[in-house]
Each structure stands twice: as C-alpha cells, then as structure tokens.
C-alpha cells in the first residue's frame, strides 16, 4: 500500500488525526476500520489512534444525545421520524442500557436515533455515558479487530487478487457479447 496518493495525504497526520476526530461525529465504522487499518499499517501511530477514535466515538455520541435532550427544538417531521424508529426501543434503553447500546452500535441506522431518543426520554446522562462507554470501547475494539484481521486476510489472498480480476473481465466481455446478441436477435425478430 505504498502509494502516492497515500503518503501525500499521510504528510499531513495531524489533520489526518482531527478529520478521524470530526468523522466519527457522523459515521462510526468505516471511520474506525481505515484508521486501524492505517495504524497496522505504520501510515499512523496506534497509540494516537487509539485515544482519537475513543474521544472522537465518546464525544460525538454525547453530542447526539444532548441533540435528543433538545428534541423539542427539531423539525416536526424529523421528531415523527426518529420517534417511529426509535420508541420501541425505549423500554430496553431504560432497562437494559448496556446491551442496548452495545447492539444497536452495529445496526446500521439506529445507532444515532437510538442515542437521539436516548436524550429525548430522560436517560440520566451518567447512566447514558456509563453504558455508552461501555458499549464504545467493545465496539471500537471489534470493529479495529475486524481492520486487524483483514489485513492479514487480504496479504495471504492478494495473489489470487489477479485471478479474480481477470473473471470480472471475462464476465463483463461475456455480457457485452450476450447483450449484443441478445438485441440483435430481438431487433431481428421485430422487423
């Protein structure tokens, strides 16, 4: 993985470093797994990562859970929306926050309703942060075990790499030849 393209970029590792920060705010796990897969890389250092993406995970979950505390203050439509997603999950946020979190971490599409609707109910904040934290940590830890584990993955089949290349390549010549065939039979049979 030693290209331009990523070495010019990689000049610039504290911006690298704060777009992780800023990123995570939005999405969660393809944020993490680029940056550990960078880490294991050497193109970051894991031990700036690590805090970065832990900081970055926390706080933005705190933001969307002080957005929910101002539910009032969103759009009709928008507290309609999230509302139908999110309201079947409030008995388990109350009473399960830990799990709930944990779980809805990896469904994409409910994690940030879930920590919207988490504020608008009333969770109490430690109670909110204690579980969040929780439910982070083992979240970041399987998604940065994931990029770990892919790594090594792809270098032990990155030499089958080319073989399935040249199958993409026979398929797509294969269906251009079938498509021309195929209009040339129906243009045939409509005159």
Known sequence: MDSILVSSILQYELLIYILIFFALFIEGEAVIFIAFYLAHNNFLNISTVLPVIIAGVIIGDSLWYLVGKNYGRLPSLLRKILSFISKPLDHYLNNHPHRT??????????????????????????KFLKADMLASMLWIFVIGGFAFLSYEYFLSLRHYLKYFEYGLLASLFGFIIISNVLARLVSKKLK
Do not use: D, E, Q, S
């Not at 779980?103 to 430690?126: D, M, Q, S, V, W």
């Open 101 to 126: 979190l944990f779980l809805l971490k990896f469904c994409y599409g409910l994690n940030h309703p879930t920590l919207l609707r988490a504020g608008h109910i009333g969770t109490p904040y430690r």
